[in-house]
């Protein structure tokens, strides 16, 4: 098959694997090869166990792998055959030095750009499918410059807006693609030639051009508003359990006025996923760092928020339980951050599982698409703490039987269809279920005899 275009693309995660796999197999002239120094992870891309569980990405892959989709370990490689190169590796908050807690770190941005800069000859377009600080195109700019022998470049930003779980849908019908460059000639050829790529299967008035700077910031408020939303209807939920009204029909009752609209006002433990919490902090540092002390502070609340309802959520499961979970056998369905995802980055479960541990309890924990080993690996470390009262079981009713009270912690759909009454029976009593996400049928729950809690649910 000939190639019309070769692109590469530096990151084999979350969205680097699904997004090159969409790109290959709607333009199957174009080749696309997908790198990361990490064996396991190409080894899976490679497999029929993909690293990623996405609903439809399977399909994705298969549709293009090895036709002109690749999956290598060869960095440099595909950096020196490509004519576009994509860069998605992870940009994680520090954990050390300046900025630890906030900001980004970029050290694997800034290696990205120094390897591009060593392999290419030639022109390349770079662009960046992370989500960075503002500013980062010139601080890539200038290492690329300034390293590269006979490279030249153009950096744009191109972020990432698809959500977890529905990441294929996302991608095959995204609500818009932005791309932003340099405002000169250079850089608006540049821009072009990527948005010709998206446009071969997305609408051209779903393209978004701007600046490099619009699109920078643009990514990291898009998630400091989504977070907001959440954080907002959350300080909600305990307002209304406080004072009888319903959390979903405040939410539908506001989401029926089509300035606010009715998405992403579901109550529930407390949002997750690798995106929010980074990218809200980011923010904030940002804000900090350009003298805005009043901004930072506003943004800030909204993973204060955050925090607060995680650990009023397991507060209450220790207060309803006469004050003691101690030596209890506590039930966790779903442990993933959301549901239709294997991803478990900043899930509320960890906290939630974590402030049941350290109250002596024994915490069982049931999802669907987590291995025993991330499960173990998020809420007690990588050490080689043991401690034998978190347990990994294989399925929904091992997790509840015999359990004091079972908390539901990730939305899947499989828990909605579960023989509650058979739960029952199978607990201790009284029956307790909290509900971290407002997906159970409450009224039958509790005609068959559970306690149950809700949020935002009156008593
Ligand atoms: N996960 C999401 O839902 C999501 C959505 C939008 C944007 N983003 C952003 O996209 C970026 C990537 O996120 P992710 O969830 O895919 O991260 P991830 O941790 O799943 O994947 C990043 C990968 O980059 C690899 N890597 C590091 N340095 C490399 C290098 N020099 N060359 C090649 N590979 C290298 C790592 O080994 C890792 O496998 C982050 O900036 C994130 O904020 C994520």
Request: charged residues 25%.
């Amino acid at each position: 098959m000939s190639t019309s275009l070769s692109i590469c693309c530096l990151g084999a995660g979350y969205v680097g694997g699904p997004t090159m796999a969409m790109i290959a197999a709607k333009c199957p002239d174009i080749r696309v090869t997908v790198t990361d120094p990490n064996e396991k992870r190409i080894a899976a891309w490679n497999s029929d166990a993909l690293p990623v569980y996405e609903p439809g990405l399977q399909q994705v892959v298969e549709s293009a792998r090895n036709r002109n989709l690749f999956f290598s370990t060869d960095v440099r490689k595909a950096i020196r055959e490509a004519d576009i190169i994509f860069v998605s590796v992870g940009t994680p908050t520090k954990t050390y030095g300046v900025g630890a807690g906030r900001a980004a770190d970029l050290k694997y941005i800034e290696s990205a750009a120094r390897m591009i800069a060593e392999e290419s000859v030639g022109p390349k377009i770079i662009v960046e499918k992370s989500t960075i600080p503002v500013k980062t195109a010139e601080a890539m700019l200038t290492i690329l410059r300034s390293n590269s022998k006979s490279g030249t470049f153009q950096v744009l930003s191109n972020p990432e807006f698809l959500a977890e779980g529905t990441a294929i849908e996302d991608l095959e019908n995204p609500d818009r693609v932005l791309i932003g460059g340099e405002q000169t000639p250079e850089g608006l050829a540049a821009i072009e030639k990527v948005a010709a790529i998206y446009a071969r299967w997305i609408p051209r008035e779903k393209i978004l051009a701007t600046n490099l700077w619009s699109s920078e910031l643009s990514k990291l408020v898009a998630n400091a508003f989504l977070a907001q939303r959440i954080s907002s209807i959350n300080s909600i939920s305990a307002l209304c359990e406080a004072t009888g009204a319903d959390v979903d029909e405040v939410a539908r009752a506001i989401g029926k006025d089509s300035r606010i609209g009715p998405k992403f006002l579901k109550a529930s433990v407390g949002y997750g996923g690798s995106c929010f919490q980074k990218d809200i902090l980011n923010l904030t540092y940002l804000c900090q760092h350009f003298g805005l002390p009043e901004v930072a502070a506003y943004w800030e609340s909204v993973v204060k928020m955050n925090d607060w309802q995680k650990s009023r959520f397991s507060g209450r499961i220790v207060s309803d339980l006469f004050n003691t979970v101690n030596g209890k056998h506590i039930g966790i369905l779903g442990f993933a951050f959301k549901k239709d995802t294997n991803d478990t980055r900043e899930t509320a479960a960890i906290s939630v599982c974590r402030d049941l541990l350290a109250e002596g309890a024994k915490v069982v924990v049931y999802d669907p698409q987590v291995s025993e080993e991330q499960i173990r690996a998020d809420v007690l470390g990588t050490g080689t703490n043991p401690n034998p009262n978190l347990i990994v079981v294989k399925t929904a009713l091992e997790a509840c039987d015999g359990a004091h009270a079972v908390a539901v912690l990730t939305e899947w759909d499989e828990f909605k269809d579960l023989d509650f009454q058979k739960i029952h029976h199978g607990m201790l009593k009284p029956a307790f279920l909290f509900d971290g996400r407002n997906i159970l049928p409450h009224a039958k729950l509790k005609e068959i005899g559970f306690r149950v809690f809700a949020i935002g649910k009156p008593a």
